[in-house]
């Protein structure tokens, strides 16, 4: 999923997030712990069964401790997922 330019060619959150925690070494459980957020509703976002809260992709971001350009992509990805989601078709946020 890496392009040669260290960014990441994924489209889907729940794709790029696990790429991320793992990229950055942390199982799972780790990443609750770096996050405050339960491995459940993580687990469950990297499957794309949800779509994550603004702060929730914060919190992501924080503790993956991304740089710029890749934190950009999180949003980017989050928010299309968003949009994607039952309760946001049809809007624009």
């Not at 889907?12 to 793992?22: M, N």
């Not at 971001?61 to 049809?90: K, N």
Request: with cysteine; hydrophobic share 40%; net charge negative.
């Amino acid at each position: 999923m890496t392009g040669d330019t260290g960014t990441l060619d994924c489209t889907d959150f729940g794709d790029l997030v696990r790429e991320l925690r793992q990229q950055a070494g942390l199982a799972l459980q780790d990443f609750a712990e770096a996050t405050g957020i339960g491995t459940r509703t993580l687990a469950a976002l990297e499957d794309g069964q949800d779509a994550p809260r603004p702060s929730t992709v914060e919190l992501m971001a924080t503790a993956l401790r991304l740089p710029a350009p890749l934190s950009e992509t999180l949003w980017q990805v989050a928010h299309r997922r968003w949009l994607q989601s039952p309760g946001h078709q049809g809007r624009r946020a």
